[in-house]
């Protein structure tokens, strides 16, 4: 649902974050919740079902603030891929929050459709039929969703730079085609 006032989402969120430190996600109540925040039920009830709402509709939020390839403001692997890890960098509280709330697979799915985004740009795709296409983009997006979480997970040790170049390395240009 749209129309959730900054305000509104901000104390929903740090109420969440407040929470989730003291009880396991699912013991949340929406009154516990709208209470922390300071917020009304009916607040929470025009613009949210549940709890896991709350995460979904953020997650939404920023995932659609993300450009499609085609037009981010940088077409190099490299520098996409930094582009990608920054962002992830730059949301990490939020990312943090979902996998202390148990949300690991709603990250996931965001993760793996910004990554299925990057994998359908490769032009060495092009020589895969359909199945074969999926499976690569699968295969590959599944591997970087995992190294991605576990970042975020153990509190970005490392730069987003230094992953970027990391997942650069492992996900090499492909200079055969599948039917070679």
Do not use: C
Request: aromatic share 10%.
């Amino acid at each position: 649902m749209s129309g959730v006032s900054e305000n509104t989402r901000e104390y929903l969120l740090g109420a969440l974050a407040r929470l989730i430190e003291k009880k396991d996600f699912d013991a949340i109540s929406v009154s516990e919740l709208t209470r922390v925040a300071g917020i009304s039920r009916m607040t929470f009830y025009r613009h949210y079902g549940n709890v896991a709402d709350v995460l979904s509709q953020e997650l939404a939020r920023l995932v659609a603030t993300l450009p499609e390839y085609k037009h981010l403001p940088v077409q190099e692997y490299g520098a996409v891929m930094m582009f990608y890890m920054q962002f992830f960098s730059e949301h990490a509280e939020f990312m943090q929050l979902l996998l202390k709330a148990g949300q690991e697979p709603m990250l996931r799915r965001a993760v793996m459709t910004v990554m299925t985004n990057l994998a359908e740009s490769k032009e060495s795709l092009q020589n895969f039929n359909t199945a074969e296409k999926r499976y690569y983009i699968l295969y590959q997006a599944a591997g970087l969703d995992s190294v991605i979480i576990d970042w975020l997970a153990h509190g970005q040790q490392e730069t987003p730079e230094q992953m970027a170049t990391f997942i650069q390395k492992t996900w090499p240009p492909m200079d055969v085609s599948p039917n070679d």
